[in-house]
């Protein structure tokens, strides 16, 4: 199971999106950032969509507002 890590601002988003209650397994780490685990498919489904030179947090920003903006 990969780790991945978000910052706050990338945490909040995806808390924000949730569509069913979830429980949260971030962890905070020193810096400010977030460990989040994920499963395999939805690690590979974000590198699938991410650009070069984009952080997987950035990333994630990006899906999840153009998905908000879709809805």
């Not at 601002?9 to 905070?28: G, S, V």
């Amino acid at each position: 199971m990969p780790n991945i890590t978000v910052t706050k601002q990338c945490h909040d988003l995806i808390q924000a999106n949730a569509r069913l209650p979830f429980k949260d397994t971030a962890t905070r780490l020193p810096s400010g950032n977030f460990s989040i685990p994920l499963n395999q498919n939805t690690y590979e489904r974000i590198l699938e969509q991410k650009f070069n030179g984009e952080s997987l947090s950035d990333a994630l920003i990006r899906i999840l507002s153009t998905q908000n903006g879709k809805n």
